[in-house]
């Protein structure tokens, strides 16, 4: 699904962000990416987003090397990647439902399918009795449940998340993992940034250690 052939990434010519990264990541996978602030995991994460372009290598996703898509594959390309950030990125203006529904909208699904797919999505993060709320209604727990919700409507292939519990007290932060796990259960590619070392491993997934930009090891919590 996710293949890293000695990838770099450098910044201005000079910062190297990430440095000969090697890993494949299987198709319905879930795999943690840790490591210090700074290690290089969100620059790794915008690689896979095609928000960045590699300095070296290739990255790869579901065959393709997607540095070579045409500027006007991007946005298809996107679709089929669900993304959860820690800040949520909420609109909140908007009711939970609209909030979901957004990633629809953009694409002019119709509006009953949208409907469908928006109370389906809310309906498996436990949100869909609170369609009408604004998100400054919700727990912070909860309002991250409506970014997973919204990250999920187009039912992706691979659902990315950077630091989706680094706001939230251990027992929130379980959930929202079990959240991820359900997804990961029904054949969805999971990869999840964290710091959040001892909720890893009671999780028991594939665990990938980054270090100053380099890959230090790749293994399973015991």
Known sequence: MIDFEHVGKRYGGRFEALANIDFRVRRGEMVFLTGHSGAGKSSLLR??????????????????????????????YRRQIGVVFQDHQLLFDRSIYHNVALPLDIQGVEPREAARRVRAALDKVGLLHREKALPIELSGGEQQRVGIARAVVNKPSLLLADEPTGNLDPQLSADIMTLFEDFNRIGTT????????????????????????????????A
Do not use: K, W
């Open 47 to 76: 690689l896979i987003m095609r928000l960045e372009r590699p300095s070296r290598g290739r990255v790869l996703v579901a065959g393709h090397d997607i540095a070579r898509l045409h500027a006007s594959q991007v946005p298809f």
């Open 190 to 221: 999971v990869m999840i940034a964290s710091h959040d070392l001892a909720l890893i491993a009671r999780l028991h997934h594939r665990i990938l250690r980054l270090r100053d930009g380099r890959l230090v090891a790749d293994e399973v919590a």
